[in-house]
């Protein structure tokens, strides 16, 4: 049973910064690239980053504008994501995903998803 457990999130002024985790249990989590997406009250889900068991990350520069930083810890099953200059508009709950096939920034190609952490950012 693959389980994705995310933690981090929280109340954080504009400007400020937050480290995402998802741990991953269930898998063998070098083998598998990793994803998190973002969904706000009312909007779809939005892919954030991502990143192939290679270490190669992808972004969606249009919302992150590099802002971010996705990094793995195989030795630990754990997926970060770095979140730096936060602004009210990533104000959303965040989740991670494990991928299984295609494109990276599609979420139909995420078969495990967390339950989610909300990040709130003020201003």
């Known amino acids: 049973q693959v389980q994705l457990v995310e933690s981090g999130g929280g109340l954080v002024q504009a400007g400020g910064s937050l480290r995402l985790s998802c741990e991953a249990s269930g898998q063998t989590f070098s083998t598998y690239g990793m994803g998190w997406f973002r969904q706000s009250a009312g909007q779809e889900r939005e892919f954030v980053a991502a990143i192939n068991p290679s270490d190669s990350p992808w972004y969606n520069l249009d919302a992150t504008k590099g802002r971010f930083t996705i990094a793995r810890n195989d030795a630990e099953n754990t997926v970060y994501l770095q979140m730096n200059s936060l602004k009210p508009e990533d104000t959303a709950i965040y989740y991670c995903?494990?991928?299984?096939?295609?494109?990276?920034?599609?979420?139909?190609?995420?078969?495990?998803w967390g339950q989610g952490t909300q990040v709130t950012v003020s201003s």
């Open positions: 995903a494990r991928h299984y096939d295609g494109n990276y920034r599609d979420s139909a190609s995420y078969d495990y």
